[in-house]
């Protein structure tokens, strides 16, 4: 197991769509033991494979520190309403915005041995699913943001 290097907003690698993942290899698992360590080293809720320059479909998410989601291939099936999240992303340090995402995400995925798995999110681990699946399209938050509210005087 190793910590690796994230790489930050401004380097093309982070704009690429990546590829689905063929080969459920021993590989496979050591980069995604090296994707839980590298996220829980930089207090992250979440990390995508193409924030270490790996542009593979995998994303691990823990919010909460104890259940870690390792998702290979992951999909967004069913998306229901809408919520407002304030979001960060280890590779763009520093700066946080207000994005709109589904209030709850059904998401399919498969673990490292290739077993396919559905589960339903709500709240903020729902925001942390679209935010990690996003990044594997070449997607940031910021792309997202929305412009901060004015209070109108009077
Ligand atoms: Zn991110």
Not at 117 to 137: M, P, Q, R
């Amino acid at each position: 197991m190793a910590i690796r290097n994230i790489i930050k907003e401004g380097n093309p690698l982070l704009r690429e769509k990546c590829k689905e993942v063929t080969e459920f290899d021993d590989k496979l698992g050591e980069l995604i033991d090296d994707m839980v360590d590298t996220m829980f080293k930089a207090n992250g809720v979440g990390l995508a494979a193409p924030q270490i320059a790996v542009l593979k479909r995998i994303a691990v998410v823990s919010v909460d520190g104890e259940t870690i989601y390792e998702m290979v291939n992951p999909e967004i099936k069913v998306t229901t309403g809408s919520q407002l999240s304030n979001e960060g992303c280890l590779s763009v340090p520093e700066r946080y915005g207000v994005v709109e995402r589904p209030k709850k995400v059904v998401v399919e995925y498969y673990d490292r041995h290739g077993d396919k798995y559905k589960v339903k999110a709500s709240g903020f681990l729902a925001t942390a699913f679209c935010h990690e699946i996003d990044h594997l399209d070449g997607i940031l938050y910021i792309d997202k943001v929305l412009p901060p509210k004015v209070k109108k005087e009077g």
